[in-house]
Nanobody, 126 residues
Framework: QVQLVESGGGLVQAGGSLRLSCAASGRTFSGYNKGWFRQAPGKEREFVAAISWSGSPAYADFVKGRFTISRDNAKNTMYLQMNSLKSEDTAVYYC????????????????????WGQGTQVTVSS
């Protein structure tokens, strides 16, 4: 089993920044893809960013140039640096871990992930 715990969410003004962390424990699957997804009220959970074991990133179009995903395998931790935040970025952000290698397309798909954190709330005020 893999346990994932997100932290770093909060309330920020539009244009501000936050850094989310996702700490993994248990069978950490450091060799596999990890991702960030988000879910706004009344909407489906959607892909935000993913990172391969080697550090190759993939981003949803709506965060390109604003968000940066990274990972520290030695610390079993993944990060999401969020800059230039907008009110539409308000959501609960979830980290996820795969247990098998994923293609880039698979890494952008919610159902391919096996383990999920409990989520952290990000609220951007306009």
């Amino acid at each position: 089993q893999v346990q994932l715990v997100e932290s770093g969410g909060g309330l920020v003004q539009a244009g501000g920044s936050l850094r989310l962390s996702c700490a993994a424990s248990g069978r950490t699957f450091s060799g596999y893809n990890k991702g960030w997804f988000r879910q706004a009220p009344g909407k489906e959970r959607e892909f935000v960013a993913a990172i391969s074991w080697s550090g190759s990133p993939a981003y949803a179009d709506f965060v390109k140039g604003r968000f940066t995903i990274s990972r520290d395998n030695a610390k079993n931790t993944m990060y999401l640096q969020m800059n230039s935040l907008k009110s539409e970025d308000t959501a609960v952000y979830y980290c996820a871990s795969a247990s098998v290698p994923l293609t880039t397309a698979q890494a952008m798909t919610l159902r391919t992930y096996d383990y999920w954190g409990q989520g952290t709330q990000v609220t951007v005020s306009s």
